[in-house]
């Protein structure tokens, strides 16, 4: 069966500190991958998307995310995380059909 | 523009209730998804439409659960004899194309259903 993994409910990181969101999948074929956001009390917004190309993608609010096929991960990264960034973060890949992960929480602290 | 709006915002219901969501997607977006989210949970994959091809229904959790949409519009999700499991945020999406669902999805702000 198709899923994507979020193995972190929470990430907990100071300001100013990078930070990594981590997202496996299992997906057949090439799937598309994408990041979404969920601040609270508002709906989901996208971040950033890998279809092909650059390993590295960059995406809004200076997040950018990295395509390792060997490892089928899809990580979300900042260098300098903002006490704003706090809010849930949810992987999602699509061959056919789109399967969200769990969702990580980040915490980013002053 | 105007992005994808859902109604009602909130929903409080009795058990065995029968209740009605809404979606308006994006204008000419023909996908349309819809999703449920527990709380503290992921998103949970309803439904999906796609222009006028039969749904992808194989995420309806039981027969209680039906949506429909006419054309590339409107959609309602209907939820009979709810049950107090279902209480959740349900979300819709829409894409301005299938893509084989590679489009990228713009979410509506979800109806917050309780079921008491």
């Known amino acids: 069966a198709q899923s994507v993994a979020q193995p972190e409910d929470q990430v907990n990181v100071a300001e100013g500190n990078p930070l990594t969101v981590k997202c496996t999948y299992s997906?057949?074929?090439?799937?598309?991958l994408f990041w979404y956001v969920q601040y609270p009390n508002r709906g989901l917004q996208f971040l950033l998307k890998y279809i092909t190309g650059d390993n590295l993608v960059k995406g809004s609010y200076g997040f950018e995310a990295e395509f390792n096929k060997s490892q089928t991960s899809f990580h979300l990264k900042k260098p300098s995380a903002l006490v704003s960034d706090s809010a849930l973060y949810f992987c999602a890949a699509t061959n056919n059909d789109m399967r969200f992960g769990a969702g990580t929480r980040l915490t980013v602290k002053p | 523009g105007a992005g994808v709006s859902q109604s009602p915002s909130n929903k409080v219901t009795e058990k065995g209730k029968d209740v009605e969501l809404r979606c308006d997607p994006i204008?000419?977006?023909?996908?349309l998804y819809w999703y449920r989210q527990r709380l503290g949970q992921g998103l949970e994959f309803l439904i999906y439409?796609?222009?006028?091809?039969?749904?992808?229904k194989s995420g309806l959790p039981s027969d209680r659960f039906s949506a429909e949409r006419t054309g590339e519009s409107v959609s309602t999700l209907t939820i009979q004899r709810t049950q107090q499991e279902d209480s959740a945020v349900y979300l819709c999406?829409?894409?301005?194309?299938?893509?084989?669902?590679?489009?990228?999805?713009?979410f509506g702000p979800g109806t917050r259903l309780l079921v008491l």
């Open positions: 999406a829409s894409s301005p194309n299938a893509g084989a669902g590679q489009e990228t999805q713009y």
């Open positions: 997906v057949s074929g090439n799937p598309y």
């Open positions: 204008s000419g977006h023909t996908a």
């Open positions: 439409f796609q222009g006028n091809s039969a749904p992808d």
